[in-house]
């Protein structure tokens, strides 16, 4: 076995050691918050987490005599002040392993004097109830030489979020899973990824020579809705002040157009046109109409099929960064969602992970959440995704307005830097595990520094996320772009030059 690193001795304090914490002085090693530490005990080996670490010198302590000695001399050169300055370390015990190897509540505090000693890994992995074996490899655990290896089923099965301000690596962290997934032996179980990929920033997953042929990439502006699909009621969704008697002609010529085969937005139109009806029916809809068709989001059918969409071990990324109506946006995400997760319960889709950047535009919560399209069907997937496969992961820099009916159904939550003191409340009211102490760790996390809490960890744990395989597609640097649309322009207007 290999020998642990001791790095520290208990102290006495006025209320530690007791069950629940004890302090330690830090002897060697390098001791971080978050760490996890072993310390035996009488009842077996107690495994704590670093909450909170101090400098202490008795030299200082007594403000009155410090002022006083500050006034006639120095006191680091009356006095070996320097030697008698310790860091301390505030634990929090988290459990106690007993001589059998079985996992239990402490009952029994350290004793002063105990030493401390760096965590076993195979302890830590058995602790946080990792999965060495088939586990998806997000990255390492932070302060120790452990694997982030989260079991696929725990980690994605009751839903995941991704929150942190922009910035902080969530699209980096997801592009990391979505490596995985791909990437899992089909003995391991392979799911299905759709990515609603706002900025485009998913599409260079396509750049690692192993995943290339499991990407495909679709421009959303070219996706088309198939009219004959769907029912009056989604256009007036899409046009909120769209009267009943509007909505029921609609159906009734839709219904109509049905019996003849199949149409488009122009055939709903000249058929509102040669109908009988009256004025003040028509003259609105007709407007409805040409409002939808200008959209241009609909046709005669589907486009791309999305019945054979999702394939298992494959990624399906729909880039949205040439839509850039959110409605648009909205009632497409709608429609995919609800259409895949019909397949799903039918059997006829594989299971699968979907994945929606900007969720809170998307899955809103507050003032905007009623005209939000999309939201229904996202909170379904969240409830009820889960007992037929079909598992939603939502990313999001303003958790405060997402919604809180989608958020709390994600059990997994990665969590990046956070500074916002509104969102690092919301972030705390949500995950009842989350301490004071760790919420303030989460403000100080550098990019790429996660928490991971909920299902798939038996504790909440700090995780660097690993470097990714594939390239990142990085926008241009200001300054490049700036050199090259001067560029462009100055060959611009040489060209007219010759007009
Ligand atoms: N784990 C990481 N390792 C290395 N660099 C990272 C990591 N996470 C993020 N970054 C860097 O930070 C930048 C911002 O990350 P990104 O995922 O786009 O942030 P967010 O999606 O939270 O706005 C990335 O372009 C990348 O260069
Ligand atoms: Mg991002």
């Given at each position: 076995?290999?020998?642990?690193?001791?790095?520290?001795?208990?102290?006495?304090?006025?209320?530690?050691?007791?069950?629940?914490?004890?302090?330690?002085?830090?002897?060697?090693?390098?001791?971080?918050?978050?760490?996890?530490?072993?310390?035996?005990?009488?009842?077996?080996?107690?495994?704590?987490?670093?909450?909170?670490?101090?400098?202490?010198?008795?030299?200082?302590?007594?403000?009155?005599?410090?002022?006083?000695?500050?006034?006639?001399?120095?006191?680091?050169?009356?006095?070996?002040?320097?030697?008698?300055?310790?860091?301390?370390?505030?634990?929090?015990?988290?459990?106690?392993?007993?001589?059998?190897?079985?996992?239990?509540?402490?009952?029994?505090?350290?004793?002063?004097?105990?030493?401390?000693?760096?965590?076993?890994?195979?302890?830590?992995?058995?602790?946080?109830?990792?999965?060495?074996?088939?586990?998806?490899?997000?990255?390492?655990?932070?302060?120790?030489?452990?694997?982030?290896?989260?079991?696929?089923?725990?980690?994605?099965?009751?839903?995941?979020?991704?929150?942190?301000?922009?910035?902080?690596?969530?699209?980096?962290?997801?592009?990391?899973?979505?490596?995985?997934?791909?990437?899992?032996?089909?003995?391991?179980?392979?799911?299905?990824?759709?990515?609603?990929?706002?900025?485009?920033?998913?599409?260079?997953?396509?750049?690692?020579?192993?995943?290339?042929?499991?990407?495909?990439?679709?421009?959303?502006?070219?996706?088309?809705?198939?009219?004959?699909?769907?029912?009056?009621?989604?256009?007036?969704?899409?046009?909120?002040?769209?009267?009943?008697?509007?909505?029921?002609?609609?159906?009734?010529?839709?219904?109509?157009?049905?019996?003849s085969g199949t149409f488009d937005v122009d055939k709903i139109i000249s058929a509102v046109e040669s109908a009988e009806?009256?004025?003040?029916?028509?003259?609105?809809?007709?407007?409805?109409?040409?409002?939808?068709?200008?959209?241009?989001?609909?046709?005669?059918?589907?486009?791309?099929?999305?019945?054979?969409?999702?394939?298992?071990?494959?990624?399906?990324?729909?880039?949205?960064?040439?839509?850039?109506?959110?409605?648009?946006?909205?009632?497409?995400?709608?429609?995919?969602?609800?259409?895949?997760?019909?397949?799903?319960?039918?059997?006829?889709?594989?299971?699968?992970?979907?994945?929606?950047?900007?969720?809170?535009?998307?899955?809103?919560?507050?003032?905007?959440?009623?005209?939000?399209?999309?939201?229904?069907?996202?909170?379904?997937?969240?409830?009820?995704?889960?007992?037929?496969?079909?598992?939603?992961?939502?990313?999001?820099?303003?958790?405060?307005?997402?919604?809180?009916?989608?958020?709390?159904?994600?059990?997994?939550?990665?969590?990046?830097?956070?500074?916002?003191?509104?969102?690092?409340?919301?972030?705390?009211?949500?995950?009842?595990?989350?301490?004071?102490?760790?919420?303030?760790?989460?403000?100080?996390?550098?990019?790429?520094?996660?928490?991971?809490?909920?299902?798939?960890?038996?504790?909440?744990?700090?995780?660097?996320?690993?470097?990714?395989?594939?390239?990142?597609?990085?926008?241009?640097?200001?300054?490049?772009?700036?050199?090259?649309?001067?560029?462009?322009?100055?060959?611009?207007?040489?060209?007219?030059?010759?007009?």
């Open positions: 076995m290999q020998e642990q690193q001791k790095l520290g001795t208990v102290i006495a304090t006025e209320d530690s050691p007791s069950v629940s914490e004890f302090s330690f002085v830090i002897h060697g090693g390098s001791v971080k918050r978050g760490q996890f530490i072993t310390v035996k005990t009488n009842e077996g080996t107690a495994i704590a987490t670093v909450q909170n670490i101090f400098k202490t010198n008795r030299y200082f302590e007594s403000a009155g005599s410090v002022h006083e000695y500050s006034k006639s001399s120095d006191m680091f050169s009356a006095f070996p002040v320097k030697e008698w300055e310790y860091t301390v370390a505030e634990t929090k015990i988290l459990g106690t392993y007993t001589n059998d190897g079985s996992l239990q509540r402490a009952s029994f505090p350290p004793s002063p004097g105990s030493e401390i000693y760096e965590v076993e890994t195979s302890m830590l992995n058995k602790f946080l109830g990792l999965d060495q074996e088939k586990g998806i490899e997000l990255g390492e655990i932070q302060q120790h030489e452990l694997k982030a290896k989260f079991n696929m089923t725990k980690m994605l099965q009751k839903h995941l979020a991704v929150l942190a301000m922009s910035g902080a690596g969530k699209s980096y962290a997801v592009s990391v899973l979505v490596e995985e997934l791909l990437l899992r032996p089909n003995e391991q179980g392979r799911i299905a990824v759709l990515i609603i990929d706002n900025h485009g920033e998913y599409s260079s997953l396509i750049s690692d020579p192993l995943l290339k042929d499991k990407v495909e990439v679709i421009d959303a502006s070219e996706i088309k809705i198939g009219v004959p699909n769907i029912s009056a009621k989604v256009f007036a969704q899409l046009c909120p002040s769209m009267s009943a008697t509007q909505v029921r002609e609609l159906n009734n010529i839709m219904d109509g157009l049905r019996g009806m009256k004025e003040n029916v028509s003259a609105p809809l007709l407007a409805w109409m040409h409002e939808i068709k200008a959209m241009d989001i609909f046709g005669e059918a589907d486009y791309p099929n999305f019945d054979g969409l999702l394939k298992q071990g494959c990624a399906t990324i729909l880039d949205f960064k040439n839509v850039l109506d959110l409605r648009q946006k909205q009632m497409i995400v709608a429609y995919i969602s609800r259409k895949l997760f019909n397949l799903r319960r039918k059997n006829s889709a594989p299971p699968y992970l979907e994945i929606i950047e900007e969720a809170h535009n998307f899955c809103p919560e507050g003032s905007k959440a009623e005209h939000a399209l999309s939201r229904g069907i996202i909170e379904t997937l969240a409830r009820e995704g889960r007992k037929f496969y079909a598992n939603i992961c939502l990313i999001s820099q303003r958790p405060v307005q997402l919604s809180t009916t989608a958020l709390s159904q994600c059990n997994t939550q990665i969590i990046l830097r956070v500074t916002n003191p509104y969102d690092l409340d919301h972030i705390k009211k949500s995950a009842e595990s989350i301490t004071q102490q760790t919420l303030e760790i989460i403000s100080s996390l550098k990019v790429g520094e996660a928490l991971v809490i909920g299902e798939a960890t038996n504790h909440p744990v700090f995780v660097k996320i690993r470097k990714r395989r594939s390239k990142e597609s990085h926008g241009e640097k200001l300054e490049d772009y700036a050199i090259k649309f001067e560029k462009a322009n100055k060959k611009l207007a040489e060209g007219k030059d010759f007009i």
